[in-house]
């Protein structure tokens, strides 16, 4: 599976971004899509998910700011970001749970896989 993101940048406190990223290759399935961020010295974090059935979770700190979306159709998982703040300066990693089908067809166990990250830089 690969994961084209795109969408990162820079913005001024209070603007807004829109992130997106498409899930492509051979696949059988995915249930859960997500964002995760990675700060200057932090670990890397959960930001949002959504699952299959649209259920979606978000890191408090980003609660009422951000809203995660999912176009099932084609793959893609979109992250709205509002009101953006300086901490939320970070490198954003999509990462897909899929299952696949391999050169004999055969469905794979699913899998996490993780796109090369965006960066979004908030100024003050």
């Known amino acids: 599976v690969q994961l084209q993101a795109s969408g990162g940048g820079l913005a001024q406190t209070g603007g807004s971004l829109r992130l997106s990223c498409a899930a492509n290759?051979?696949?059988?399935?995915?249930?859960?899509m997500g964002w995760y961020r990675q700060a200057p010295g932090r670990e890397r974090e959960l930001v949002a998910t959504?699952?299959?059935?649209?259920?979606?979770r978000y890191e408090d700190a980003v609660k009422g700011r951000f809203t995660i979306s999912r176009d099932y159709a084609n793959n893609i998982v979109y992250l709205h970001m509002n009101s953006l703040k300086p901490e939320d300066t970070a490198v954003y990693y999509c990462?897909?749970?899929?299952?696949?089908?391999?050169?004999?067809?055969?469905?794979?166990?699913?899998?996490?896989?993780w796109g090369r990250g965006t960066l979004v830089t908030v100024s003050s």
């Open positions: 959504i699952a299959i059935n649209t259920n979606a």
């Open positions: 990462k897909v749970h899929a299952s696949t089908r391999d050169n004999a067809m055969r469905v794979t166990p699913y899998t996490d896989y």
């Open positions: 290759g051979n696949i059988f399935g995915i249930d859960n």
